[in-house]
């Protein structure tokens, strides 16, 4: 894509946010996953594209409502609790606390599973690398 494509409409933003998600952020996390006890900074990456997926989808909004949107298209069915209510709990575990504020919340658990994520009493349970080829599949279904 150059910025000549974009200007006379032969790239769309959809498809800047699918190029800029999958080759600059999922494909960084993708080489991480290749390293042992990389699911920290798997997740990090991973979740910055959850925010930005979702206000592609719904526009205008707030964030928390752009990332549970982003969410629940990537994940709509979790083991364990309803999609939009985990989303909300991820939102805050996830997006404010380990993406905004550096630190992992009490309730958030790195896990290697057979899902991409659950929730497991009040506790969410996410496996990093299955929750990046969860969301790596979902950016461009969702778009």
Same mark, same amino acid.
């Given at each position: 894509?150059?910025? *000549? +494509?974009?200007?006379?409409?032969?790239?769309? &933003?959809?498809?800047? /946010?699918?190029? @800029?998600?999958?080759?600059?952020?999922?494909? /960084?996390?993708?080489?991480?996953?290749?390293?042992? !006890?990389?699911?920290?900074?798997?997740?990090?990456?991973?979740?910055?594209?959850?925010? &930005?997926?979702?206000?592609?989808?719904?526009?205008?909004?707030?964030?928390?409502?752009?990332? $549970?949107?982003?969410?629940?298209?990537? /994940?709509?069915?979790?083991? #364990?609790? =309803?999609?939009? +209510?985990?989303? *909300?709990?991820? $939102?805050?575990?996830?997006?404010?606390?380990?993406?905004? @504020?550096? /630190?992992?919340?009490?309730?958030?658990?790195? *896990?290697? #599973?057979?899902?991409?994520? @659950?929730?497991?009493?009040?506790?969410?349970?996410? !496996?990093?690398?299955?929750?990046? *080829?969860?969301?790596?599949? +979902?950016?461009? =279904?969702?778009?």
């Amino acid at each position: 894509m150059t910025d *000549e +494509d974009y200007a006379n409409g032969k790239v769309s &933003p959809l498809d800047v /946010f699918e190029g @800029q998600g999958r080759g600059w952020i999922l494909a /960084f996390a993708r080489t991480l996953a290749k390293h042992e !006890d990389s699911g920290l900074a798997i997740l990090l990456l991973t979740a910055s594209v959850v925010e &930005p997926m979702g206000g592609a989808i719904i526009g205008r909004g707030k964030a928390v409502a752009k990332f $549970c949107s982003g969410f629940v298209k990537a /994940f709509p069915d979790v083991p #364990g609790g =309803k999609s939009a +209510d985990v989303a *909300e709990l991820v $939102c805050d575990l996830l997006r404010d606390g380990l993406f905004h @504020q550096g /630190f992992i919340k009490a309730g958030l658990i790195l *896990e290697h #599973g057979s899902v991409p994520i @659950q929730l497991r009493g009040s506790a969410v349970i996410i !496996d990093p690398l299955l929750f990046l *080829e969860a969301v790596e599949a +979902d950016v461009h =279904k969702a778009l």
